[in-house]
T-cell receptor, first 113, second 115 residues
Framework: ETGVTQTPRHLVMGMTNKKSLKCEQH?????MYWYKQSAKKPLELMFV???????ENNSVPSRFSPECPNSSHLFLHLHTLQPEDSALYLC????????????FGEGSWLTVV | AQSVTQLDSQVPVFEEAPVELRCNYS??????LFWYVQYPNQGLQLLLK??????LVKGINGFEAEFNKSQTSFHLRKPSVHISDTAEYFC?????????????FGGGTRLMVKP
């Protein structure tokens, strides 16, 4: 059982499609994150939101567009992706201070064809 | 900036044998250290973390890790593994200078427990 829920779990999209990944946390945390997990590469932090404000963008291409309407919800809007963007996208949440445990969702498997 | 190196990409071991998964980090400042586990088709789950105090940290599922500042290491150990420990293990660091709570991960070690 996880306090961080991601939907959809699997997504196949064409390079011209527009889709969105959704994340919801039920833990009362004030920080939310998107991480990318690719084969043969370390987990990469993409975006960080604290109290709905974006505080980190780790040089992510603009074809990935995050949205955080409130502290419990986080979206990742996807458009004109490339096949190399195929990966597991993990959402996470925590209290914002360094050292607090970060809780991860089960991830959304994205395949770009 | 900090970095994390997990020297072994795969570690095969027989059931009930001891195991050590190695983690070394590089940072110019003090860090917090974490080990996460990822079971197949699941997200990451915290095993243990070192923030301060005793350098030997005990976590869930019988795992422990020891922080060695002079060797910049945080190796994970378990005295007797089970089949159910088969998973990917990630070491991570968090820079104390950061105002936010951001982790830098190592490449992961796949632990394969054989009967």
């Amino acid at each position: 059982e996880t306090g961080v829920t991601q939907t959809p779990r699997h997504l196949v999209m064409g390079m011209t499609n527009k889709k969105s990944l959704k994340c919801e946390q039920h833990l009362g945390h004030n920080a939310m994150y998107w991480y990318k997990q690719s084969a043969k590469k370390p987990l990469e932090l993409m975006f960080v939101y604290n109290f709905k404000e974006q505080t980190e963008n780790n040089s992510v291409p603009s074809r990935f567009s995050p949205e955080c309407p409130n502290s419990s919800h986080l979206f990742l809007h996807l458009h004109t992706l490339q096949p190399e963007d195929s990966a597991l996208y993990l959402c996470a949440s925590s209290q914002g201070q360094t050292g607090n445990t970060i809780y991860f969702g089960e991830g959304s498997w994205l395949t770009v064809v | 900036a900090q970095s994390v190196t997990q020297l072994d990409s795969q570690v095969p071991v027989f059931e009930e044998a001891p195991v050590e998964l190695r983690c070394n980090y590089s940072s110019s400042v003090s860090v917090y250290l974490f080990w996460y586990v990822q079971y197949p088709n699941q997200g990451l789950q915290l095993l243990l973390k070192y923030l301060s105090g005793s350098t030997l940290v005990k976590g869930i599922n019988g795992f422990e890790a020891e922080f060695n500042k002079s060797q910049t290491s945080f190796h994970l150990r378990k005295p007797s593994v089970h089949i159910s420990d088969t998973a990917e293990y990630f070491c991570a660091v968090s820079d104390l200078r950061n105002a936010g709570n951001m982790l830098t991960f190592g490449g992961g070690t796949r632990l394969m427990v054989k009967p």
